[in-house]
C-alpha cells in the first residue's frame, strides 16, 4: 500500500511539472518579438549563399554580427561543394561555385581590409 502511494505522489508531481513546462511554452511562444533561432540573419545569408543569391547574401552579411567567421565558413562550404560537382562531372556548375566562393570570401577578406585601413589611419 505505501508504495503504490509513493508512485501515485510521483505521478502528481510530474503531471505539475508537466502543466508548468507547457505553460511556460505557450507563453514563449505569444511572444512575437521572440525569434526561433539565435542569429536569423546568419541562417539566411547561409540560406542565400547555398541557393546561389550572392547578391542578397551580400545584405544578410551585413547584418551577420560575426562577419568575418561567416563569409569565410559560407566560402568554405561553396568550395566544398564545387569540389563535389566536379567529381560528379558538373563542371559547368563547379565553376559556379567556385566563383561563389570567391566571392563570399571576398566579402570578409575585403571587411578586414577595411578595418585595417581605418586602425592603422587612427
Known sequence: MLLKLVFVAVDENENENRNEMQA?????????????????????????????????????????????GSALVASLMLQGLASKAKC?????LAEELYENAGLVARYGLGFNHRSLKVFISN
Do not use: M, T
Not at 511562444?29 to 551580400?58: H, I, K, Q, T
Open 24 to 68: 511556460q511554452n505557450r507563453n514563449e511562444n505569444a511572444n512575437p518579438d521572440r525569434w526561433p533561432v539565435a542569429e536569423p540573419y546568419r541562417e539566411l545569408f547561409v540560406w542565400s549563399v547555398l541557393f546561389g543569391r550572392v547578391s542578397l547574401a551580400n545584405i544578410f552579411w551585413k547584418e551577420c554580427p560575426d562577419r568575418i
Open 88 to 92: 560528379l562531372g558538373k563542371q559547368h
